[in-house]
């Protein structure tokens, strides 16, 4: 999942699971809007794009919620910005607004990697990124950098 930076609201949610990668626009909250909302001078976005394109937070934080449902723990490229993130799209409120609650831990993907590759993996991500001409501003584009990366450091065949 990515947020942008500290100072803005998210303007795509990255997801990998359960072997698939999701991805949601979010559309610009009214609150958010009220609140002077601006995008990042490296967005390609505007805010006009995201509220044509984009899904109300609450129907991501519910498909986030459904998809993760009974994992205890949630792997992510930042976990400040990726708290941030569910802070936004009202993770703080899951207690009141879902039966299931999202009841999940977040912690660093490096976490997955083992120390001695933990470089390769790192240089294999910009390598995807570039490659394949992806933002790695964005949540969908960082998904799909993992994704090739996994795929080229497992050594399986890319169509």
Not at 19 to 40: I, K, Q
Not at 132 to 148: M, S, Y
Request: with cysteine; proline share 4%; aromatic share 10%.
């Amino acid at each position: 999942m990515y947020c942008d930076d500290s100072e803005q609201y998210p303007t795509s949610v990255g997801l990998l699971a359960q072997g698939a990668a999701y991805h949601w626009y979010v559309m610009p909250d009214d609150e958010w809007l009220n609140n002077s909302y601006s995008l990042s001078t490296k967005e390609h976005l505007t805010l006009d794009y995201l509220d044509q394109v984009g899904d109300p937070k609450d129907y991501i934080f519910d498909h986030i919620s459904d998809l993760t449902s009974g994992y205890g723990l949630l792997h992510t490229f930042n976990v400040p910005r990726t708290t941030k993130l569910l802070q936004q799209i009202n993770y703080e409120d899951s207690h009141s607004r879902n039966e299931d609650n999202i009841m999940f831990k977040l912690k660093n993907i490096a976490a997955l990697v083992p120390e001695r590759y933990q470089k390769r993996f790192s240089k294999e991500m910009d390598i995807s990124t570039d490659r394949e001409r992806l933002n790695p501003e964005h949540a969908d584009d960082t998904c799909i950098a993992a994704v090739w990366t996994v795929l080229r450091l497992s050594g399986i065949q890319q169509c």
